[in-house]
């Protein structure tokens, strides 16, 4: 399972740092990232991160928000700095990974239950 952390109210121009940490069987993570929900929007990448290091964002947060992963702690963050309005959104974390649940072998691409974001003075 995931579980995220970190939203909140922020002003314009604010920073705030997303968290999300899985548990439960896992042998290995192959990639992680987080994306987005706006209002009536449908949900978007913000930015993924491989096993291998390579690191995508989408256009509308390059330069502003930053994905990075800590292997030990099967964690993965996202700094957000110079936030805007429209970065208001529901975050999620997501994360493609191989389980051993007993003695099953599994590769799943799990959700985290999101954590909402509000950019507002």
């Known amino acids: 399972q995931l579980q995220a952390s970190g939203g909140g109210l922020v002003q314009p121009g604010g920073s705030m740092t997303l968290s999300c940490v899985a548990s439960g069987g896992i042998i290995s993570i192959n990639a992680m990232g987080w994306y987005r929900r706006a209002p009536g929007k449908q949900r978007e990448l913000a930015a993924t991160i491989t096993s291998g290091g390579t690191i995508n964002y989408a256009d509308s947060v390059k330069g502003r928000f930053t994905i990075s992963r800590d292997d030990a702690q099967n964690a993965v963050y996202l700094q957000v700095d110079s936030l805007k309005p429209e970065d208001t959104a529901v975050y999620y974390c997501?994360?493609?990974?191989?389980?051993?649940?007993?003695?099953?072998?599994?590769?799943?691409?799990?959700w985290g239950h999101g954590t909402q974001v509000t950019v507002s003075s």
């Open positions: 997501n994360y493609n990974l191989d389980l051993m649940i007993g003695s099953t072998w599994s590769r799943e691409n799990i």
